[in-house]
């Protein structure tokens, strides 16, 4: 049986698992946006932190319009 192929239709869909754990983790209320500096120096981090800063990062630049310094 062959395998199926996954769709890269809903990517973010899937890599999101835990929503408001990053601004939970950086200490950032809800509702307000987190700063670029802090972004920054999480990303630079390892471990899960590390991978949802530059998921954010990224996540960031997609939106259409809006461009944004790369971090």
């Known amino acids: 049986m062959a395998k199926k192929k996954k769709s890269r239709k809903n990517w973010i869909a899937g890599a999101i698992k835990?929503?408001?754990?990053?601004r939970k983790a950086l200490k950032v209320k809800a509702g307000a946006t987190?700063?670029?500096g802090k972004l920054r120096s999480a990303a630079?981090?390892?471990g899960t932190l590390g991978r949802q800063a530059r998921l954010a990062v990224?996540?960031?630049?997609?939106?259409?319009?809006?461009r944004r310094k790369r971090v």
């Open 34 to 36: 987190i700063p670029a």
């Open 58 to 66: 990224v996540l960031g630049r997609l939106r259409k319009g809006k």
């Open 18 to 22: 835990h929503p408001g754990s990053l």
């Open 44 to 46: 630079k981090k390892g």
